[in-house]
């Protein structure tokens, strides 16, 4: 029996679905995966064993003026037909979305061929592919329990899916493999596209911060500083294999406010200086996020164009001496718990679907005479 994950566009939106993905396989099922033709998704995807990945064509949906929207819509119109076609040939048993454009013309086509739908929505307000296919889906998995409320009887909290092997990484590999010393570890992250003013910054106070902590700053792909060779700093465009171990080794987090990225650094205990990505360049969603760790205690919250040489090293350094205060208001989140409650919604929904499609079918047979 065959199972369809989608989702893409950046590792948030993949992530989640690669822990869920051996679950799956587990209980059984053919697993497939429909992101974009090229792409992270495509990347990390097709390196995991008997996954079978579908590319299709994919747009944006804006909300603001662009050159591409007069072009995008017909490659949403593909992607359609083509995850139409890929519904009737593979005739699954359910789809789960992390969402992503790529994502929106997936859970369509299962919606048209009586596919039942799970989706799952990290940030704390819903971005516009999750409004588009919040109607077709049985379940909204969320990260925060503010936003399974404002969805209604489909909004389900559940938490983030976490990868298994994150909670089980060896600090001791990770120090032995980077060649670091004794100190604290401050790990930098920007995300899986990286982030150049965290980066600039980051760098223009590596002299006050390398007396005290090793730094590992997990930059973006071609965002590498070649010059910088710096004892005790260690630039990396992206992760993948060894994350875990690298995680492990943190003391502190300086990163964007991504929901999946922090819930991680939150299942790990890690105390986090969380800088979101402005809402000129977004929809406010990190904003959102890093306001709502910083009121549970799990981070502290530093607006982008507030940051100084001075307040960064500082914050950093505060953030190092309360960190087991931010550690102990974690301990108490039970964030570890999300990979599992996804999991029993979506197979809650698919034993659920073939009563209610029998049930329909026999009233437009009923209907038809």
Request: glycine content about 8%.
């Amino acid at each position: 029996m065959n199972f369809v994950f989608t989702g893409g566009g950046t590792a948030g939106h993949i992530t989640p679905n690669i822990a869920l993905i051996p679950l799956m396989q587990q209980k059984g099922y053919t697993v497939h995966y429909i992101g974009r033709e090229s792409g992270i998704e495509r990347e990390l995807i097709e390196k995991m064993p008997g996954v079978t990945y579908h590319g299709i064509s994919a747009g944006k949906l804006r909300r603001y003026n662009n050159i591409k929207n007069f072009t995008d819509p017909f490659r949403v119109i593909k992607g359609y037909f083509q995850s139409m076609a890929l519904m009737k040939k593979l005739k699954p048993a359910g789809v789960f979305s992390k969402g992503g454009f790529v994502s929106v013309p997936v859970v369509m086509a299962a919606g048209a061929h009586h596919v039942p739908v799970v989706i799952h929505e990290s940030d704390m307000t819903p971005g516009l592919a999750t409004k588009l296919c919040l109607p077709t889906a049985k379940k909204a998995c969320t990260t925060f329990e503010r936003t399974a409320e404002s969805l209604g009887k489909k909004g389900v909290f559940t938490g983030t899916p976490l990868r298994s092997e994150l909670l089980h990484g060896s600090k001791e590999s990770a120090r032995r493999l980077l060649g670091l010393d004794r100190k604290p570890v401050i790990l930098v992250m920007g995300g899986s596209l990286g982030a150049k003013a965290i980066n600039d910054r980051i760098r223009a106070v590596l002299p006050r911060l390398l007396p005290s902590f090793n730094i590992i700053h997990i930059c973006g792909s071609g965002k590498l500083e070649k010059s910088l060779n710096a004892p005790g700093y260690i630039q990396k465009e992206y992760i993948n294999e060894k994350l875990p171990d690298i995680m492990a080794l943190a003391d502190i987090v300086v990163s964007r406010a991504g929901s999946n990225s922090i819930n991680e650094f939150l299942a790990l205990h890690k105390p986090m200086l969380l800088i979101p990505l402005p809402a000129e360049h977004s929809r406010g969603d990190q904003l959102d996020n890093a306001e709502e760790f910083e009121r549970r205690g799990y981070a502290k919250k530093m607006l982008e164009e507030e940051i100084t040489d001075d307040k960064l090293v500082c914050e950093i350094k505060n953030l190092f001496d309360e960190r087991r205060r931010y550690a102990e208001a974690m301990e108490k989140s039970g964030s570890h718990l999300g990979r599992e409650k996804v999991f029993n919604v979506i197979m809650d929904v698919m034993k659920e679907y073939p009563a209610k499609v029998a049930k329909g079918q026999r009233q437009a047979e009923k209907t038809s005479l």
